[in-house]
């Protein structure tokens, strides 16, 4: 599996509105009813500079972990492109673990009022109808193409944030191992961060610990 083919899997545009071809035998994402708190209308948003300082580090992951520049994909979830939403600040940082080339990406991403609220709706609504997506990842050294299939499953999240929503995402292809990522998205307020660990098995300890640093540190950022 190539580093490409893995990064389609980070969806790196936080918090981002999609679209999805749904199946007839779908199995719903988890929900979440939690109470809707937004900033008042017309506050600033937080600064990128700031929204960085609230990132996972390299110390938090641990030995073996350093960060990287990230690679700019065209992300794709159930098979659409996500769309950027208008009038947002953003802050991303990508991590690798050369071991075992696992991927851990972080991202936040500050909204108007209200538009977080509406994007993580957006995202929770395409990805209950949709199991399987295909997706081509051309070789930028080659110039081919190779295409693969997506799966899609519901991830169960602790109680963090305002609302959250997990995936497990698994890339397959003909030949060699599946490649894993487990996808959250939490929001508080009208901040979303976004949290993914890619590998052959995406490290389901690495990704639980990190989701209460991860909603703990973006919650001083976020407080309306």
């Known amino acids: 599996m190539t580093r490409a083919a893995a990064l389609v899997l980070s969806v790196s545009c936080v918090g981002v509105l999609v679209g999805c071809a749904g199946a007839d035998d779908v199995k719903p994402a988890p929900t979440s009813t939690t109470t809707v708190s937004t900033s008042a209308p017309g506050a600033a948003l937080p600064t ?14 641990g030995e ?11 992300a794709e979830l159930c098979g659409v492109v996500p769309l ?3 009038g947002t600040t953003k802050a ?10 696992a991927l851990v990406q972080g991202g936040l991403t500050a909204y108007p009022s209200g538009a977080a609220a509406a994007a993580v709706a957006a995202l929770r609504t395409a990805t209950n109808g949709c199991t399987s997506y295909p997706v081509s990842v051309k070789n930028s050294a080659t110039g081919t193409s190779q295409a693969f299939t997506v799966g899609v499953e519901p991830v169960t999240l602790p109680n963090v944030g305002d609302e959250r929503l997990g995936l497990h995402l698994e890339v397959r292809d003909a030949g060699g191992k599946p490649q894993r990522t487990l996808y959250a998205v939490i929001r508080r307020a009208d901040v979303i961060a976004a949290l993914t660990v890619t590998g052959v098995q995406a490290d389901r300890a690495l990704f639980d610990r990190l989701l209460p640093v991860v909603d703990e540190r973006f919650a001083k950022v976020a407080a309306p």
Do not use: H, N, Q
């Open 92 to 101: 991303r940082a990508e991590f690798v673990r050369v071991a075992d080339s």
């Open 64 to 74: 073996g972990w350093s960060e990287v520049a990230i690679e700019t994909l065209g």
């Open 84 to 86: 950027k939403a208008p």
């Open 48 to 61: 990128a500079k700031k929204l960085s300082g609230a990132l996972v580090t390299a110390e938090d992951l």
